[in-house]
């Protein structure tokens, strides 16, 4: 099947509103098919030209798309996290290109492609007692503020995760609110986390 210049077009006038990522069913409606076999056919075109590319299973990217709203589609429950967030806070330096960090209830799920990787750590379904802290931008993406990406980041450490910087040297934890967290930090029930995360403020090891 050749490329449809009409069906080109449309995509092209679409992915600026779509912020160049794709499911399954976006495409459906655009390419008007109604089976998943139709809906192959017809993308086959698109993704020999690369002008689309699979990122994971249901979705589709663009060339220029953006990776935090991709974690987003991928996850709609999904917010924003760690050192993504602390990057833009100015609290740590930057973090691996063409990465983006997200915190879920549920599994951890890493998706990875050339064009990008987004990781979703996940808390265990208990954990959404600490779903708090996270807030929907204007964008339509969920952020978490850069307190409790801060203890995110640390919860997900003490649990073995490993980051791109050094906890303990690398956050600027001058620019974290202190009231702001110790209200947070009363919401965890575990006492050795409370140490922890004292004892990182404190600069101890």
Same mark, same amino acid.
């Given at each position: 099947?050749?490329? *449809?210049?009409?069906i %080109? +077009?449309?995509?092209? !006038? +679409?992915?600026?509103k779509? @912020?160049?990522?794709?499911? /399954?069913s976006d495409?459906?409606n655009?390419?008007l098919?109604?089976t998943?076999v139709d809906?192959?056919?017809?993308?086959k075109?698109?993704?020999?030209?690369?002008? +689309?590319?699979?990122f =994971?299973? &249901?979705?589709?990217i $663009?060339?220029?798309?953006?990776?935090?709203w991709?974690?987003q @589609?991928? =996850?709609?429950?999904s917010?924003?996290? %760690? &050192?993504?967030?602390?990057a833009?806070?100015? =609290?740590?330096g930057?973090?691996?290109?063409?990465?983006?960090?997200a /915190?879920k209830?549920?599994?951890?799920r890493?998706?990875? !492609?050339?064009?990008?990787?987004?990781?979703?750590?996940?808390?265990?379904? /208990? &954990?959404?007692?600490?779903?708090f &802290?996270?807030? /929907? $931008?204007?964008? #339509?993406i969920?952020y $978490?503020?850069?307190?409790k990406?801060f203890? *995110?980041?640390?919860?997900?450490?003490?649990? #073995? @995760?490993?980051?791109?910087?050094?906890?303990?040297?690398?956050?600027q934890? *001058?620019r974290?609110?202190?009231?702001?967290l110790?209200k947070?930090?009363?919401?965890y029930?575990?006492?050795?986390?409370?140490?922890f995360?004292k004892?990182?403020?404190n #600069?101890n090891?």
């Amino acid at each position: 099947m050749k490329l *449809d210049p009409k069906i %080109f +077009l449309a995509l092209q !006038s +679409l992915i600026p509103k779509h @912020r160049g990522v794709f499911t /399954v069913s976006d495409l459906s409606n655009l390419f008007l098919a109604k089976t998943e076999v139709d809906i192959q056919q017809k993308l086959k075109p698109f993704l020999k030209e690369k002008i +689309l590319n699979r990122f =994971c299973r &249901g979705i589709y990217i $663009a060339q220029n798309f953006d990776l935090e709203w991709l974690s987003q @589609r991928i =996850c709609p429950d999904s917010a924003i996290s %760690f &050192g993504s967030v602390l990057a833009k806070e100015r =609290c740590i330096g930057s973090i691996p290109q063409k990465t983006v960090y997200a /915190v879920k209830v549920g599994k951890t799920r890493i998706y990875k !492609s050339p064009m990008g990787q987004v990781v979703h750590l996940g808390f265990a379904a /208990v &954990g959404n007692q600490l779903w708090f &802290g996270y807030v /929907v $931008a204007q964008n #339509g993406i969920q952020y $978490a503020d850069a307190e409790k990406a801060f203890l *995110d980041t640390l919860y997900f450490y003490q649990k #073995g @995760r490993k980051f791109s910087f050094n906890i303990y040297s690398d956050i600027q934890v *001058d620019r974290l609110n202190p009231k702001k967290l110790k209200k947070y930090l009363g919401r965890y029930k575990n006492p050795k986390f409370k140490t922890f995360v004292k004892g990182v403020l404190n #600069g101890n090891r």
